[in-house]
C-alpha cells in the first residue's frame, strides 16, 4: 500500500488561505488518483476534489468550484489542495486518500489508502 501524509492545516480567517500538501510514498506507481476529503464533527466524510494522477483530469465538488484548486508533482509525489476565500464551513479534517480502482472518484469508498488527516480551522 502507499503510506500518505498531508500537512498544511492551520487556523485562518474567512476569506483567507491555505495550501495543503499530501506526500506519497511506497506502492505509488500504479495509482490512479489521487483525491482530498474533508470530515466536519458529527458528519460523512465528503469529497472534495481528485486528480488523475497521469491525465491530470481534475473534479470538484460544488461547493469548493473556484474556490479550491487540487494539482499534483508527480516528481515529489505529491498532491496539492490550494484553498482560497475560506468560509466557516470549511472547517474540517481534510484527508488525502488513493484511488487505485481507477473509478468513482467522488466516492470514498472507492480509495484504499488515507492519511492521518489534517485539521483546518476557519474562523468568522
Known amino acids: 500500500q502507499v503510506q500518505l501524509v498531508e500537512s498544511g492545516g492551520g487556523l485562518v480567517q474567512a476569506g483567507g488561505s491555505l495550501r495543503l500538501s499530501c506526500a506519497a510514498s511506497?506502492?505509488?506507481?500504479?495509482?490512479?488518483?489521487m483525491g482530498w476529503f474533508r470530515q466536519a464533527p458529527g458528519k460523512e466524510r465528503e469529497f472534495v476534489a481528485a486528480?488523475?494522477?497521469?491525465?491530470?483530469?481534475?473534479n470538484y465538488a460544488d461547493s469548493v468550484k473556484g474556490r479550491f484548486t487540487i494539482s499534483r508533482d508527480s516528481a515529489k509525489n505529491t498532491v496539492y489542495l490550494q484553498m482560497n476565500s475560506l468560509k466557516p464551513e470549511d472547517t474540517a479534517v481534510y484527508y488525502c486518500a488513493a484511488n487505485y480502482a481507477g473509478w468513482g472518484l467522488i466516492s470514498k469508498n472507492t480509495y484504499a489508502s488515507w492519511g492521518q488527516g489534517t485539521q483546518v480551522t476557519v474562523s468568522s
Open positions: 486528480i488523475r494522477w497521469s491525465a491530470l483530469i481534475t
Open positions: 511506497g506502492r505509488t506507481f500504479n495509482m490512479y488518483a
